[in-house]
């Protein structure tokens, strides 16, 4: 095994008018050195093997984008292993079953427990919330675009965050294990 990681690029707010374009995102962030560079659907999304850490990863990856997209969002880069231990510690098994309904939001660090409390509140009957670690996992049975948790999990959760809906959870960790074995 190599000495190297994987990360999965997780771009904050990409889409509407914020774009990241995938083929061109994939070209440079190949061209700076990176590996087995994958993207995956225009919002926001893509997967590298590296021998640098985390921090370098970020700032690299921040500047390729600021200089050739005029992106300057958040960008959060969970590993495989960490992106493997999300889906491992889903607390609504159940809701996999329609996987646009469930979400998972990577934080840049864990939130206050008022923070979780009062989104908590938003939480509609048969909806679920939970925070593990640096993860907030949001089920909205009824549609993420019309809940009020939903809504309001973002400004109220106090911390950095950009989520994924399960199909995507999923999808990325696929791309990561091959990028791995690639």
């Not at 990863?57 to 999300?86: M, N, Y």
């Not at 019309?146 to 809504?151: C, D, G, R």
């Not at 911390?159 to 791309?175: G, H, P, Q, Y």
């Amino acid at each position: 095994m190599s000495d190297k990681t994987v990360y999965i690029l997780l771009f904050r707010g990409v889409g509407g008018k914020t774009q990241l374009p995938t083929a061109p995102l994939r070209e440079a962030l190949s061209a700076a050195g990176f590996e087995n560079v994958a993207t995956y659907i225009n919002s926001g999304n893509a997967v590298v093997r590296t021998s640098l850490g985390r921090d370098e990863v970020i700032s690299s990856v921040a500047q390729i984008c600021r200089d050739k997209f005029g992106f300057t969002k958040a960008i959060h880069a969970p590993t495989l292993e960490e992106w493997t231990d999300l889906i491992a510690k889903n607390p609504f098994p159940h809701a996999v079953a329609v996987p646009k309904f469930l979400h998972a939001a990577v934080l840049a660090e864990g939130p206050a427990e008022e923070s979780i409390e009062a989104v908590q509140a938003f939480a509609a009957d048969g909806e679920g919330f939970a925070v593990i670690g640096k993860v907030a996992y949001i089920h909205t049975p009824d549609g993420f675009g019309t809940s009020k948790l939903a809504e309001k999990f973002d400004r109220l959760i106090g911390v950095e965050n950009t989520a994924r809906n399960w199909n995507s959870v999923l999808k990325l960790r696929d791309l990561a294990e091959k990028a791995a074995s690639g």
